[in-house]
């Protein structure tokens, strides 16, 4: 009580929301620049319990912009140094990790004991997957993304619209375009992981969906914010699958 008391003090929040976090499941898919940081925002948040999933080991070029690593920790897989400092944040909460990477032959078992999906990973496959196996599961998702100077994001949730529908495949072929290879800012990944890990606590907490079927775009040169509403596809291929089979 004493470790949340600032935030059950807030008007709008309580302890019944304090408890629902508590109480939630939440898989964060990468642990790079913006799962690290939403990772030990739900931490210390008191989400109770979150699963980390990262292939990746830690490289000098990342501490520039992840904040859960320091240079010690160059060579060592993501998840399992983020794992040990959300523990020494906070003792009271679960946690799991995996250092293989999400695909088809796991996907479908890690995402549907969730309550809630946030991705920050850095490739379309990825991506796609998670927001493929989240809407056949229909387990909410939360994706943002950050490159250059740029962050988005959304959130997929019942029978919304989904990532697939906003950028279909076709036209995101490209994977060139992989936040690992491209440039940006300390700071922008940062920005997008904490609204993203923001819209976590209000869903878990109140059950509030303000992003729901909406793309928030945030220009880190202009510092302005944007929300636009999307519809959903009525050939995504992803949402008909989904459809189909949960009307079997
Ligand atoms: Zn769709």
Not at 137 to 158: C, D, K, R, T, Y
Not at 236 to 247: E, F, G, I, L, V
Request: charged share 20%.
């Amino acid at each position: 009580m004493h470790l949340y008391s600032r935030q059950i003090l807030l008007d709008g929040w309580d302890i019944d929301a304090q408890e629902k976090l508590k109480l939630a499941n939440v898989l964060i898919v990468g642990c790079g620049g913006i799962g690290c940081t939403t990772a030990e925002l739900l931490a210390r948040a008191g989400v109770g319990k979150i699963t980390l999933i990262d292939a990746d080991t830690i490289e000098i070029s990342n501490l520039q912009r992840q904040i859960a690593y320091t240079e010690q920790d160059v060579g060592f897989y993501k998840s399992e140094i983020l794992t040990k400092r959300l523990q020494s944040i906070n003792p009271f909460i679960q946690v799991e990790s995996y250092t293989h990477k999400l695909d088809q032959s796991n996907a479908q078992d890690l995402i549907s004991q969730q309550d809630l999906v946030l991705d920050g990973c850095d490739n379309f496959t990825t991506r796609y997957l998670v927001n493929q196996v989240c809407t056949s599961s229909q387990v909410p998702l939360i994706s943002a993304s950050a490159i250059g100077f740029q962050g988005q994001l959304f959130m997929v949730e019942g029978d919304s619209a989904c990532y697939e529908c906003i950028f279909p495949k076709e036209q995101q072929a490209n994977e060139s375009l992989r936040c690992a290879d491209s440039g940006v800012l300390a700071t922008t990944p940062n920005v997008m992981a904490s609204l993203q890990a923001h819209h976590a606590l209000l869903f878990l907490g109140l059950g509030a969906t303000p992003l729901k079927q909406k793309l928030m775009l945030w220009d880190g040169l202009t510092m302005k914010q944007r929300i636009l509403a999307f519809e959903k596809d009525r050939d995504c291929p992803n949402c008909q699958a989904s459809h189909t089979a949960n009307a079997q």
